[in-house]
């Protein structure tokens, strides 16, 4: 299944003077959106970075090498780029040096991670992220009652293109494939991480603490590693697009906590196979931590696509008070809880209420929930 809203993006940006870059996590579909719009094309050199071939085509390159590799040909695509080192540098060349070719190029990490550059592409680049299918792509193709009687299958499988292809059976060996060290195998072969078990450890901790406070002293106890480890091993799950952080929103009021963060999957189904658990929703105990994580991630995706450029957080005091999901936007605070029981009653907290007295509350819940995650 093809996202409309980025190929529509990526049709705006051709032939504008800089390479478009597709950002996500293996496995998401960034492949089969450039082949969908430029097999055929006897105008694309395509390369694939995961081959050796590629990589070693690229150790000694110059100007002059890349105006005989590319030719006649107008696209240059190379897909899974971060494998080819101190790509970003290679690239400005062709951008700065050959301005009638258009530079396409995806990876599973940003650049910088993997090849250790920050500045070669800035400002020659239009770049994307592209996520698990969403929630609105999945009303866009068959209608919002066909996905919303899909809503717990979502929460428990998850939008990864392959696994919303399969039939029931095959959904758990599909994720339980991604889920093992092929979805991270850039995190372990950037850093030359030897005992891959550890990080293994480290995202099944993170899944069971999902919707919680985490500490990387504690997650560094369970997984046998020091925090200042854990903290590197997050920033890299984050940057390969598997997790993100919230931070808690402060703006120092005196009872609010400054400094915590909690960790999020961009996926219920990788979550959950990581914990091997498939249990249907009405057997779990854990759902209330499924649905704030599906919200929050197709949260993200909605603001992305949609070009919403809201900053995020959570919200907690030291006496425990807290709500779950709080974005700024033109200078208006929303305050979001989610709740899987509709008839569950929420208010917003008395001391956020004094701290914040124009912010708007929300209860998110299934009866309510296509606004909050609507492109419209």
Not at 220 to 227: M, Q, T, V
Not at 282 to 294: I, K, V
Not at 306 to 332: C, M, P
Not at 350 to 358: A, Q, V
Request: glycine share 6%; net charge positive; charged share 25%.
């Amino acid at each position: 299944m093809i996202n409309r809203i980025l190929s529509k993006e990526i049709d705006k940006r051709l032939f504008s003077g800089k390479a478009i870059i597709i950002l996500g996590a293996r496995q998401v579909g960034k492949t089969s959106l450039l082949h969908s719009k430029f097999d055929g094309n006897p105008n694309v050199l395509w390369l694939e970075g995961d081959n050796i071939e590629t990589q070693l085509l690229f150790e000694n390159f110059t100007l002059s090498f890349a105006k005989t590799l590319i030719g006649d040909k107008k696209i240059l695509i190379i897909d899974e780029a971060q494998n080819i080192l101190n790509i970003g540098i290679k690239l400005k060349i062709i951008i700065d040096q050959m301005k009638d070719i258009q530079v396409v190029a995806t990876g599973s990490s940003s650049f910088d991670l993997a090849n250790k550059i920050n500045e070669p592409l800035t400002g020659r680049k239009w770049e994307y992220k592209l996520y698990p299918i969403s929630f609105a792509e999945m009303v866009a193709h068959h209608g919002f009652f066909e996905e919303y009687k899909m809503l717990e299958q979502r929460l428990v499988y998850g939008y990864y293109p392959e696994v919303v292809m399969q039939k029931n059976e095959n959904m758990v060996e599909v994720l339980q494939g991604l889920a093992t060290s092929y979805l991270y195998k850039d995190v372990l072969k950037w850093e030359n991480i030897q005992k891959s078990d550890r990080m293994i450890k480290l995202l099944q901790a993170l899944a069971f603490q999902i919707g919680g406070q985490v500490s990387y002293t504690e997650l560094g106890k369970i997984c046998g590693l020091d925090s200042k480890t854990i903290e590197k091993y997050i920033l890299l799950l984050e940057q390969a697009f598997i997790i993100f952080r919230l931070n808690s929103f402060s703006r120092n009021q005196r009872n609010e906590l400054k400094f915590s963060k909690k960790i999020y999957f961009y996926d219920n189904g990788i979550r959950n196979a990581l914990i091997a658990n498939f249990n249907p929703v009405n057997l779990r105990d854990d759902l209330g931590a499924l649905w704030e994580n599906f919200m929050i991630s197709e949260r993200q995706k909605k603001n992305h696509y949609s070009h919403s450029y809201a900053n995020s957080w959570f919200w907690r005091t030291q006496t425990q008070k807290e709500i779950d999901y709080l974005e700024e936007k033109d200078g208006v605070i929303n305050a979001f809880e989610f709740k899987w029981n509709k008839n569950k009653k929420t208010r917003m907290p008395l001391d956020f209420m004094k701290s914040y007295p124009n912010a708007i509350y929300s209860t998110i819940t299934p009866e309510n929930f296509y606004e909050f995650l609507s492109m419209e």
